[in-house]
């Protein structure tokens, strides 16, 4: 069973820096894409960024250029690197394999104000 467990997230101001982790109990290696959802309050989780078993990624229109999604198989783990942090991004963010396919963590909650 995969079980997915969030981290990084804090207070930042608008313009400033986090970097997510999601570390994979079970092995990483055997999910074929895995993915980056944020889900602000008041609205639907969506989907921010994914990464393919060969590299290739994907983001939404509304971070792209300022996230970067990658992966450490030694670690078992994904990360989110987040620049230019907007009020906006305020969310918690989750993470998953393809399609949110299996369960879903506790989440790291982002928030960006001054």
């Known amino acids: 069973q995969v079980q997915f467990v969030e981290s990084g997230g804090g207070l930042v101001q608008p313009g400033g820096s986090l970097r997510l982790s999601c570390a994979v109990s079970?092995?990483?290696?055997?999910?074929?894409?895995m993915e980056w959802y944020r889900q602000a309050p008041g609205k639907q989780r969506e989907l921010v960024a994914i990464?393919?078993?060969?590299?290739?990624?994907d983001y939404a229109d509304s971070v792209k250029g300022r996230f970067t999604i990658s992966r450490d198989y030694a670690k078992n783990t994904m990360y989110l690197q987040m620049n230019s942090l907007k009020p906006e991004d305020t969310a918690v963010h989750y993470c998953?394999?393809?399609?949110?396919?299996?369960?879903w963590g506790q989440g790291t909650k982002v928030t960006v104000s001054s």
């Open positions: 998953n394999a393809a399609g949110g396919s299996y369960a």
């Open positions: 079970g092995s990483i290696s055997s999910l074929a894409s």
């Open positions: 990464i393919r078993s060969g590299g290739s990624t």
